[in-house]
T-cell receptor, first 113, second 114 residues
Framework: GDSVTQMEGPVTLSEEAFLTINCTYT??????LFWYVQYPGEGLQLLLK?????DKGSNKGFEATYRKETTSFHLEKGSVQVSDSAVYFC????????????FGTGTSLTVIP | DGGITQSPKYLFRKEGQNVTLSCEQN?????MYWYRQDPGQGLRLIYY???????QKGDIAEGYSVSREKKESFPLTVTSAQKNPTAFYLC?????????????FGPGTRLLVL
């Protein structure tokens, strides 16, 4: 079945460091891919999405490119801020599975000043 | 403003008690979902509904029940059969589309056992 695997955390970075959180997926066909962010005690917020191969999703300085050849959707940001401290979830949805979403286990990011 | 509301923010359950978590959306979405999140873990699907008066079990439906009598509402009942209910519960909704639809989440309800 469909699934998402993302890198284990927690990740701790200094402010202005470069961020990469790896995400790979298993799915038949052409899934849509998402990154969500969760701040402490809150629900998940959509960060960015990509719906077809080679699409790049971007938002608030974060980027991720849908790579079908490597089945990956890695999240990157060039210069993190303290306010980026949160848990990040990679997810996919796929037409053969209707509207079900499959989430990774989440990666906790802490940015220190 | 359109969005998803969940209430209450915190809920306490006594042994043997059923409790109901509310989820309401005004996004005109057909599909709604309930997830459970345990500390340091990802989301696990409890139930989902793609249309009014219809719902399907997710991966961990045992000890939970739902109803979908209105498009806007998808309440979740945690029954006494759920032996470990302490968790953060998230409701989500999406359009019922061609597999590309974004899920939008509510702020969550934290359930604690007394």
């Amino acid at each position: 079945g469909d699934s998402v695997t993302q890198m284990e955390g927690p990740v701790t970075l200094s402010e202005e460091a470069f961020l990469t959180i790896n995400c790979t997926y298993t799915a038949t066909g052409y899934p849509s891919l998402f990154w969500y962010v969760q701040y402490p005690g809150e629900g998940l917020q959509l960060l960015l999405k990509a719906t077809k191969a080679d699409d790049k999703g971007s938002n608030k300085g974060f980027e991720a490119t849908y790579r079908k050849e490597t089945t990956s959707f890695h999240l990157e940001k060039g210069s993190v801020q303290v306010s980026d401290s949160a848990v990040y979830f990679c997810a996919l949805t796929n037409l053969p599975n209707g509207n079900q979403f499959y989430f990774g286990t989440g990666t906790s990011l802490t940015v220190i000043p | 403003d359109g969005g998803i509301t969940q209430s209450p923010k915190y809920l306490f359950r006594k042994e043997g008690q059923n409790v109901t978590l509310s989820c309401e959306q005004n996004l005109n979405h057909d599909a709604m979902y309930w997830y459970r999140q345990d500390p340091g873990q990802g989301l696990r699907l409890i139930y989902y509904s793609q249309i009014v008066n219809d719902f399907q079990k997710g991966d961990i439906a045992e000890g939970y029940s739902v109803s979908r009598e209105k498009k806007e509402s998808f309440p979740l009942t945690v029954t006494s059969a759920q032996k470990n209910p302490t968790a953060f519960y998230l409701c989500a909704s999406s359009r019922r589309g061609a597999g590309q639809e974004t899920q939008y989440f509510g702020p969550g309800t934290r359930l604690l056992v007394l």
